[in-house]
């Protein structure tokens, strides 16, 4: 194993090169934040009924959360849900 023997200078200028490469990484990518869709925009979004909505939630296909009376889905879950349900098309040409 060889050693590498640095002075103090080289040292700290290593570590401002790793630091300023650290900070740069952090700002290029920003933490993605989930978006929460409310019981309304989801019927909108869907353009379902609040029964239907009630339904899927009662079967169990569609993830949700619940806050008192409110309703709220991950935009991530509605997303899955739709491409679970999705059919490939099957014509021919």
Request: without cysteine.
């Amino acid at each position: 194993m060889e050693a590498i023997i640095l002075s103090k200078d080289q040292f700290n200028q290593l570590i401002a090169k790793i630091d300023d490469i650290q900070d740069r990484l952090i700002n290029s990518n920003p933490r993605k934040t989930e978006t929460y869709l409310n019981n309304k925009q989801f019927l909108e979004m869907l353009d379902v009924s609040l029964r239907t909505a009630q339904t899927w939630r009662d079967e169990g296909k569609i993830s949700f959360s619940q806050v008192g009376n409110k309703i709220y889905y991950k935009l991530s879950d509605v997303e899955k849900f739709i491409q679970d349900y999705r059919n490939a098309a099957f014509a021919k040409r």
